[in-house]
């Protein structure tokens, strides 16, 4: 014989399964990031506090919240994170790759005064990118390469 789950005016009784991944601070959506990228930029004193995998960084500029878990309610907020994030009101310095510590200012210069108009030609001139392991280094885990775009196409319309 079946069980029957369902309530007898024949709506389903299961919880929505639907998990809110936003931020519980300031609601927005956050983007994926990997545990190994959280371990690795969370001050000494709260590694031990990283646990479960299923890390997001809150992309709100103003909100405190840098990483947060939903499964176990953790949350990360700026200060408990070693270095600024750039996309975070305040970030000093603003870096534009974290793993050559070459900051958006150093990327505009290139542009601007050393005339710099590629990636290629503002890694050569700030040494961004040379040592790079985006994984541990940058907050969201990925390459710094479109940071940098982004601070050259900043730096080209100063010109
Ligand atoms: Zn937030």
């Not at 389903?12 to 990228?37: A, F, H, L, Y």
């Amino acid at each position: 014989m079946k069980i029957n789950n369902e309530c007898c005016c024949g709506c389903k009784t299961e919880k929505p399964d639907q998990i809110k991944d936003t931020c519980p601070v300031c609601n927005n959506e956050g983007i994926s990031v990997s545990k190994v990228t959280v371990e690795h930029l969370v001050v000494d004193d709260y590694r031990n506090a990283v646990n479960g995998d299923q890390y997001k960084i809150c992309m709100n500029e103003d909100c405190d919240v840098v990483y947060y878990n939903l499964d176990n309610e953790i949350k990360f907020l700026k200060d408990q994170v070693r270095v600024p994030i750039w996309f975070k009101k305040d970030a000093d310095p603003k870096y534009a790759c974290y793993c050559s510590e070459v900051t958006e200012n150093q990327v505009i210069e290139a542009v601007v005064k050393h005339g710099a108009k590629s990636v290629k030609e503002v890694n050569a001139i700030t040494g961004a990118m040379k040592n790079s392991n985006c994984k541990e280094n940058n907050p969201l885990g990925v390459c710094c390469h479109k940071i940098i775009q982004e601070a050259i196409d900043k730096g080209l319309k100063m010109k």
